[in-house]
């Protein structure tokens, strides 16, 4: 069974970092797209950063500067890297993977919390 496990979630301080991984486990073809997303609390999931297996990075305007996305291909494992957080980045962030066949799967979520 395919899952992917994020972990490096904590609480940090405004203006502090955090570095999320996400491991990818089980039989999985091809990846292609892997990203992360967020969602705070009342409010709807969002992308965050996204990365294709060439390397074509997408962020959202909010975290742009900011967080940095990078992946391991030989491990199936993706990075990001949150630098300058805010308050309002405080969220559960989700890993998500998808593979060549369009099929698409969520981590659990690991929490972060910035304080002012």
């Known amino acids: 069974q395919v899952q992917p496990v994020e972990s490096g979630g904590g609480l940090v301080q405004a203006g502090g970092s955090l570095r999320l991984s996400c491991a990818t486990s089980?039989?999985?073809?091809?990846?292609?797209?892997m990203g992360w997303y967020r969602q705070a609390p009342g409010k709807k999931r969002e992308l965050v950063a996204r990365?294709?297996?060439?390397?074509?990075?997408k962020y959202a305007d909010s975290v742009k500067g900011r967080f940095t996305i990078s992946r391991d291909n030989a491990k199936n494992t993706v990075y990001l890297q949150m630098n300058s957080l805010k308050p309002e980045d405080t969220a559960v962030y989700y890993c998500?993977?998808?593979?060549?066949?369009?099929?698409?799967?969520w981590g659990q979520g690991t929490q972060v919390t910035v304080s002012s």
């Open positions: 998500n993977v998808a593979d060549s066949m369009g099929w698409e799967y």
């Open positions: 089980g039989s999985i073809s091809s990846i292609n797209v």
């Open positions: 990365i294709t297996s060439g390397g074509s990075t």
